[in-house]
């Protein structure tokens, strides 16, 4: 070693795999005249640097300011070796990958980069129109890994050795392909067929996009599994797929050609537009233009459209081939699977569940390990609020200042099911993975947390499950072998953001969703808890009503507005008087709905707020059922924001309700009175007073509410702060009411933004409260 020469060891944590991360430290090392090695460890980059004081500085430095575009550091430690060694690097070399214990973090799949995108379409390039071009810098990660550390032999591309041109970029410093992983070209890379037919390459490429142009469906197989796509300006095929896919009224996701496109249709802000081009390239809901070009069937009656952009290279194709075919610049792209089971991804599933929606199946040859559907995203003052984390994101973990150790698998809820492994202080959501309903999607759950187990080295001391005895995530966690701990749905909500906030301070919860398993066998939903890591109180809710019907409840919302208006008005003849007005329901109906209520003939108590929104969705006359989740009572939210936009200057001077009449005290909890709110908003609307209006001052009543039951538990608890999750808070307008009437009375308000509120969020809660009951 010559004089004034030192030797650094330097551990480099964070999304390090997959990213061009090692060609980056060489292109740095050779810049500053370091010598050393840079090797792939699994959970860090190790770096040996060599050379004298500054240059190692000036190295660190560009470390620390020039990272990879789509690697995130979270931490570098360094230690200085001198002394220890007393080896002389001659000059600085990628090492072959080495597998150790550690944190580990995965890449997740990550969109076509602009320069891909340009050689793609350049003529003379020898990549030109390949349907899977990538580089150090894009292309797929989490979906086509077997193992860590990420090396090709450890991805699905090890079927595909690379040809003397692709293997020498691969080892060449000096290209963008320095070291990237799933590199190919149209002789070495896998291939785009049509099943069941002849076709291949640029023929089928060419078959698919005439189709589309014709006005068929075609399934496409993507990154993360298959889509069904059609053309999203033609009304009659828009049509005919939601015929074919029994979706009366479900928004589809359309796929925009280019930005431009996007901004024709929608409403694009500076923050939307740095997502919606961004690596990720998720599914941005947003406000539609009434003078765009989409068939109206591809949302009806909706004001915002999710709309995403290309992100795998045959989509692109899709848009853009020189076979002279003139495409639509507006294609829907909806997950390719049949009603409740999870996306498809290989050729014999595509087969057996898409051949009847479809004219023609358009696949490739690389395996897709773990699937991943397309993110949703929404907006809330311009930023980000997930509603389904999925491509793009998932795994990247949540990190917390918590000083726990151990390791956990959260089975997550029923419905918009994903998972989460925690690693001490470290949370891995899952990409989604869908409802549980149907077995293949309980097959799904297994499959992914059996890979998920192996790539994070995981073995977990405890499965965490919900409370609900019958849920088949319950089973899943039964059958793990492991212990398991059970947790109450809505507190696991709360649980979620707080892990996501990382606040370790006890909060009061407010947790507004669909339907949960309650410590008392009724049906929760609608909750105000006193929550720490360690356990709840609840303090709160809304008025209890009865649940009749079973299933049927969650999707006719008539029925609930029949119990609660039954409820408080305690007879028959005036009640039917009251429905027969409004149009709820027949006689025979009411009569049938008043007997199981009398009885409690398949009824149950319930605080449920989502089954609060459908029933005054139906007395509104907005929506009597929904033909998916959540449609009643988001037509209730858009009949409000509709109305708000519109009297914005009358809405400013409306006065606030007396505190004294939305509360009241049981032995039990304080309860929110949502029974009088209901009957005021029934009332008013039998006096034929604008719908708008009382979609409005509902939703603004029951952020009143919200407000004065979080100001009863302050008196009561001590506590500031709030923490604001579950489904119902998807809705932007409660969301922003009640959250400026908790800022206003002083409170701190946690809320989610990367983290979905609905279901799909609460494996991290879950997760969180396992680590927590290990350290015991």
């Not at 000059?91 to 980069?113: L, M, N, Q, R, V």
């Not at 009724?522 to 808890?529: A, D, M, R, S, V």
Request: aromatic share 8%; glycine share 8%.
């Amino acid at each position: 070693m010559y004089k004034n020469e030192m030797t650094w060891r330097i551990r480099v944590y964070g999304i390090v795999q997959g990213v061009g991360f090692r060609p980056t430290v060489s292109r740095h090392a050779t810049n500053h005249g370091i010598y050393g090695t840079v090797c792939n460890k699994g959970p860090y980059v190790e770096i040996y640097a060599q050379g004298t004081k500054e240059q190692i500085e000036g190295f660190l430095n560009s470390l620390k300011e020039h990272p990879p575009k789509r690697a995130a550091v979270l931490k570098i430690n360094t230690e200085n070796i001198t002394a220890d060694t007393t080896e002389q690097f001659e000059h600085f070399d990628i090492i072959e990958s080495e597998k150790t214990k550690g944190e580990i973090f995965i890449s997740p799949d990550i969109a076509i980069c602009d320069e891909c995108k340009a050689e793609m379409f350049d003529p003379k390039d020898r990549r030109y129109l390949h349907p899977f071009i990538n580089c150090t810098c894009c292309g797929p990660r989490l979906t086509i890994l077997d193992a860590l550390p990420y090396d090709r032999e450890r991805t699905s591309m090890k079927e595909f050795p690379m040809c003397p041109d692709c293997a020498k970029e691969y080892t060449d410093e000096k290209t963008r392909r320095y070291d990237a992983q799933p590199v190919c070209c149209n002789q070495c890379g896998p291939q785009v067929y049509l099943i069941g037919r002849p076709e291949r390459g640029r023929a089928a490429i060419t078959y698919t996009r005439r189709l589309i142009r014709e006005g068929k469906i075609v399934a496409i197989k993507g990154i993360g599994g298959f889509h069904l796509c059609c053309d999203a300006t033609n009304e009659e095929v828009v049509c005919r797929l939601r015929t074919l896919k029994n979706r009366p009224a479900k928004p589809f996701a359309v796929m925009a050609k280019d930005e431009s496109v996007v901004k024709r249709e929608c409403v694009v802000t500076p923050e939307q537009e740095a997502i919606l081009t961004g690596h990720q390239k998720p599914i941005l809901l947003l406000d539609r233009r009434s003078d765009g070009g989409l068939a109206s069937s591809v949302a009806p009656n909706n004001p915002k459209v999710g709309v995403m952009l290309p992100y795998a290279p045959v989509q692109l194709l899709i848009f853009q081939y020189d076979d002279g075919i003139e495409m639509p610049d507006l294609l829907v792209m909806t997950s390719g699977n049949t009603s409740g089971a999870p996306i498809c991804r290989e050729d014999e599933e595509a087969v057996a569940e898409l051949s009847h929606l479809c004219d023609a199946m358009l696949s490739h040859n690389r395996k897709i390990r773990i699937r991943a559907d397309d993110t949703v995203m929404d907006f809330y003052r311009n930023e980000p609020y997930m509603i389904r984390r999925s491509r793009g994101y998932a795994p990247l973990p949540f990190m917390t200042k918590a000083d726990w150790k151990g390791q956990v698998l959260a089975v997550g809820g029923e419905l918009k099911n994903t998972f989460c492994i925690g690693v001490d202080n470290r949370f891995y959501p899952s990409p989604y993975v869908g409802d549980l309903e149907d077995l293949r999607t309980v097959k799904a759950l297994q499959e992914t947390i059996h890979r998920f187990q192996t790539l994070l080295e995981v073995k977990p001391q405890a499965v965490v499950c919900d409370l609900h005895p019958k849920y088949n995530s319950t089973v899943v966690a039964e059958e793990l072998g492991y212990p398991v701990i059970r947790v109450q749905h809505h507190y696991a909500h709360i649980l979620s953001c707080m892990t996501e906030n990382d606040c370790h301070d006890p909060v009061i919860g407010v947790a507004f969703d669909g339907t949960g398993y309650g410590t008392d066998g009724t049906i929760w939903g609608g909750e105000i808890l006193l929550a720490d890591y360690g356990n709840f109180t609840r303090f709160g809710s809304i008025t209890p009503f009865l649940q009749m019907g079973g299933d049927a409840s969650a999707k006719e919302g008539w029925r609930i507005a029949v119990s609660m208006i039954y409820g408080y008005t305690k007879d028959r003849k005036r009640a039917w008087e009251i429905m027969e007005t409004l149009g709820l329901c027949s006689e025979q109906e009411s009569r049938v709905q008043f007997t199981m209520a009398d009885r409690k003939i398949n009824a149950v108590a319930s605080t449920s707020a989502g089954r609060l929104f459908d029933a005054v969705s139906a007395i509104l006359g907005i929506r009597r059922r929904s033909g998916f989740e959540g449609e009643a009572s988001t037509a209730l939210q858009f009949a409000a924001e509709a109305y708000e936009q519109q009297n914005l200057s009358n809405i400013s001077q409306e006065q606030k309700e007396n505190k004294d009449i939305l509360l009241h005290e049981t032995k039990e909890r304080f309860v929110l009175n949502t029974q009088m709110l209901v009957q005021q908003i029934t009332e008013a609307k039998m006096r034929g007073e604008d719908t708008g209006m009382l979609a409005y001052r509902f939703h603004q009543v029951l952020a009143e509410m919200i407000t004065a039951a979080c100001i009863k538990a302050k008196e009561s608890s001590g506590r500031d702060k709030v923490a604001l999750s579950g489904g119902v808070f998807q809705n932007r307008l409660l969301l922003r009411l009640t959250e400026e009437r908790l800022l206003q009375e002083g409170f701190e308000v946690l809320r989610h933004r990367m983290i979905p509120p609905n279901d799909g969020g609460i494996a991290i809660g879950q997760a969180a409260y396992g680590m927590y009951q290990l350290q015991k």
